[in-house]
Nanobody, 111 residues
């Protein structure tokens, strides 16, 4: 059973940056797909960014060029660097390390 601990959320003004981190335990981290999803109020959970086995990255169109996902296999950590944040990025962000989910962390972008 993979356990995930997320950190780094909070509130920021539009145009600001936040960095989300997720530390995984109990798995051979490098073998698994790792990703960040988000869910805004009243909306379905959506994929934000992922690193698929083989280090292939993919991003939602809405975050391309602004967000960067990275992974440190030695530290079992997956990070989401979020720049140029917009109010529509406001959501609960979830770390996913196949097959487990983090508890979610709030990101609020507001002036």
């Amino acid at each position: 059973q993979v356990q995930l601990v997320e950190s780094g959320g909070g509130s920021v003004q539009p145009g600001g940056s936040l960095r989300l981190s997720c530390v995984a335990s109990g798995s051979i981290f490098s073998l698994y797909t790792t990703a960040w999803y988000r869910q805004a109020p009243g909306k379905q959970r959506e994929l934000v960014a992922a690193i698929i086995r083989g280090d292939i990255t993919t991003y939602a169109d809405s975050v391309k060029g602004r967000f960067t996902i990275s992974r440190d296999n030695a530290k079992n950590t997956v990070t989401l660097q979020m720049n140029s944040l917009k109010p529509e990025d406001t959501a609960v962000y979830y770390c996913y390390v196949e097959p487990s989910w983090g508890q979610g962390i709030q990101v609020t972008v507001s002036s």
